[in-house]
């Protein structure tokens, strides 16, 4: 079984502000993926970064970094700066591989933690 | 390059209905997979279709099912509405081949009464 446990419900911060999301999953799965996506209060969900579970290097991308540590089995988000634009609902999601050749496996998201950036 | 697309964009429907939403890949996409958001929840996957047939599903009644067409767009329809049936319900698309983001569509907010 798949879960992702987003702690933090409600995040608020004043702008230019870091802020950093926390994600924990669980899989038995050796091979997997692991996502961010942002949901603004149009409720479509954004596309934020893919990691997949063999490469633990961490990313950046302009304000926005992602650390991966498997010994913790955690992905957690920093914005760093904050700005009005980035308060949305953020989701992390996982996708472990399974015994077919599909790549696309059923994404299992966390809670989701709302992000309120105070002007 | 037109995203995924979704109608209608609301609903609302009496309990015991019966209801279809739709859902138009984004261009290129062969794989269509459904999900439903209830309010302050993440989305939980309903099912998966790739050539015009359900490849994995998720933790849901028969009640739901679906449909892909040859163009790849799908359907999902919803027996015996119930009032916990009132989610969001969003479509996401990917390539069948190798691993690859899912895009999500503007969902359809379904309630039901």
């Known amino acids: 079984a798949q879960k992702v446990t987003q702690a933090q419900t409600e995040i608020s911060v004043v702008e230019k502000e870091d802020v950093t999301l926390d994600c924990v999953y669980e899989t038995r799965d050796t091979t997997y993926y692991l996502f961010w996506y942002k949901q603004p209060p149009s409720g479509e969900l954004v596309f934020l970064i893919r990691r997949n579970s063999f490469d633990e290097q961490n990313e950046i991308s302009g304000r926005y970094s992602w650390n991966f540590q498997k010994s913790t089995s955690s992905f957690n988000f920093t914005i760093t700066a904050s700005q009005v634009v980035d308060s949305a609902v953020y989701f992390c999601a996982l996708s472990a591989s399974s015994i077919s050749n599909f790549g696309n496996e059923k994404l299992t998201f966390g809670t989701g933690t709302r992000l309120t950036i105070i002007p | 390059d037109a995203g995924v697309t979704q109608s209608p964009t609301h609903l609302i429907k009496t309990r015991g209905q019966q209801v279809t939403l739709r859902c138009s890949p984004k261009s290129g996409h062969d794989t269509v997979s459904w999900y439903q958001q209830a309010l302050g929840q993440g989305p939980q996957f309903i099912f998966q279709y790739y050539e015009e047939e359900e490849r994995q599903r998720g933790n849901f009644p028969d009640r ?37 983001e899912q895009y999500f569509g503007p969902g359809t907010r379904l309630t039901v009464t």
């Not at chain 2, 790849?72 to 479509?91: I, P, Q, R, T, W």
């Open chain 2, 64 to 100: 739901f099912s679906g449909h892909q067409f040859p163009n790849y767009s799908s359907e999902l329809n919803v027996n015996a509405l119930l009032l916990g049936d009132s989610a969001l319900y969003l479509c996401a698309s990917s390539l069948s081949r190798g691993i690859y």
